[in-house]
């Protein structure tokens, strides 16, 4: 029998009672429908790189979503719409895009996964996220069994969230269109936009570089922070960032010494009425003290909280990172448990020394954090 333990990159959970591996699309959603007729219990799976699970046995239905395949939808000259099913590993599409003579996606190199889980939590990286580029998805809605496209500006693309990671709608993500922008003869890279990737090109925010040359860095910033799954790295053994960088007050952000990294958040821009008779569209209110939000690096936070990198409670199989404290590893034979309670003692230890309660980003299922 399966397990989660050898179906996620953090190597823990318990073993699947009733595993569905799917690699066409059609045999998917016949698949699908057929379980949701007999049973509420049940997951979808992808690679399992953001999924941390508990070590009893999953009695629910996971289905395991392998299926493969890119089309080109439509080619405007300015514009290219791709096509990919749920299942296709991530960076290979990447890298096929850029290959094609695409930009867009290139910022997003190297992170793990599979396309459909790409819609989960919006991933991101170095400035950009799939929000930019996604036009729609393919989806199969829980419970009806309705096939339906869901338009990008349905899906409550946030930080690292979506419509699908609330729960707000809930089904099987079969496939995801993108918008790319053909390179012309130079083969530049979309703006830079991360100071991090930028400095690291020796360039600055919103130049281009070498479409290859930006994969290639991203790839080789990546590696050297353990976010590139890789045999040679016992730090990718994990489900890469454990915490969700916290959003809080300007208030907030500015008791923290200076060089504590934050990034102001750009307000949600306030819907605009417009009057019909023509007369001037009135000025928004002004913003209100506690309205101004700032990011700050949850990273900062647990180091700053007295946790270094490479630490671990005693006779655990978890530890931080080595490479970068907002990764838990799983350093040889962790359960889930190992995960959970470190992932425990991070909260509260930075809760007690800022205030501030992290909040994981990986999905969670049977442990409590
Ligand atoms: C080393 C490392 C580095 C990482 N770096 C980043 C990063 O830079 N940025 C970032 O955003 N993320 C990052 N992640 C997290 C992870 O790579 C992404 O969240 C990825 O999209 C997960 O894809 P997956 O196929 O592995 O999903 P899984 O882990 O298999 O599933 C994740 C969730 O999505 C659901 N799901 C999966 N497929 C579907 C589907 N087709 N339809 C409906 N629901 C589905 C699952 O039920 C589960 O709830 C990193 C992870 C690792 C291990």
Redesign the pocket.
Known sequence: MTSFAEL??MRVGGVIENYHPFTSTKALVAGAKKIWAASDDW?????????VVGDQPYVGDVLH?KTRGVTVKKATGKKVEIHAE?GED?DNFVAHTIAQGVRGLEALSG????V???V??N???YGSDVSETIVSIDFLEYPSGNRRTVMADELALGL?TSA?KTGDLR????GVTFSLEPVDQSRESSPLASEQLATALGLSLGDRAPIDVARDTVLRV?ASK????SPDDPD?V????FFLNPIVPERVAVSFSPEAPRWLMEPEPEAVVVPLDGSDVPAPPPMAEGDVMVKLSAAWLIEYSGLHKGFSLPGSGAALSSKHAL?IVNTGGASGEDVAELARYIVTTVGNATGIYLVPE??IVGLEI
Not at 43 to 51: D, F, K, R
Not at 111 to 114: A, L, S, Y
């Open positions: 996620t990159t997951m979808a799976l992808g690679s399992g790189s953001n999924l979503i749920a991530w992170i793990p996964g599979t459909g889980a790409c989960i939590q991933i991101g990286a690292r699908l089904g099987i993500v079969l990546r353990g976010m590139v799954l990718s994990s489900s890469g960032s990764a990986p999905n």
